[in-house]
């Protein structure tokens, strides 16, 4: 199951997101699942690749949302912006993004590209935007994806988990559980 060149694909693990009250509660949850997939990617030989949204505050990066609320969020060297402590993250490239997808503007599809990475283990959060949006790219860029049930968390649950059932159902992008995904990073 695992010849095929993969990566997992951490998406906004990031102070900002956790400061949220629906998304503080799975703080703990996902720094120890996120370790988990990134230990296990690394002993299988695979990348990690973590994702963030950075912003500047000059508001050349802000989305339509943020412009019409004239808020701006996670800016460039802001602890918003700082990956979640005791997150365990190292060797991993490191992109930025300004948009949900984290093929927006990142060069990832060209890493991946260059790398020869064919398939993409996505966590963070959210599964309604970031998660969701990523997995859409990357079928379009013709990349085989699955998702890290435990190491994806949700603003709203019902939402979130629907969007990405719905993607496994479209796009043949399952849903996975720790043993599964030990078997296809083929780690410890």
């Excluded at 906004?12 to 509660?25: K, T, Y």
């Excluded at 412009?67 to 979640?84: I, T, V």
């Amino acid at each position: 199951m695992s010849a095929i060149p993969t990566a997992v694909v951490l998406i906004d693990l990031q102070e900002g997101f956790f400061e949220f009250p629906d998304l503080a509660d799975n703080r703990e949850l996902m720094i120890r699942e996120c370790n988990w997939l990134a230990r296990e990617a690394r002993a299988g030989g695979h990348q990690v690749i973590v994702v963030n949204t950075v912003h500047r505050r000059d508001r050349s990066t802000w989305t339509l949302k943020m412009l019409e609320d004239g808020q701006g969020f996670n800016f460039e060297g802001s602890r918003q912006a700082e990956p979640l402590e005791g997150l365990d993250l190292r060797p991993a490239a490191v992109l930025a993004k300004t948009r949900d997808s984290a093929f927006f503007g990142t060069g990832l599809a060209e890493h991946l590209r260059a790398s020869g990475i064919r398939r993409l283990v996505l966590a963070g959060v959210t599964a309604e935007s970031c998660v969701s949006a990523t997995g859409r790219d990357a079928f379009a860029h013709d990349l085989e994806v699955v998702y890290a049930r435990l190491a994806i968390a949700s603003s709203d649950a019902d939402r979130g988990w629907t969007d990405l059932e719905n993607l496994g159902v479209d796009f043949r992008q399952p849903i996975l559980n720790r043993p599964d995904l030990e078997r296809l990073l083929g780690g410890t």
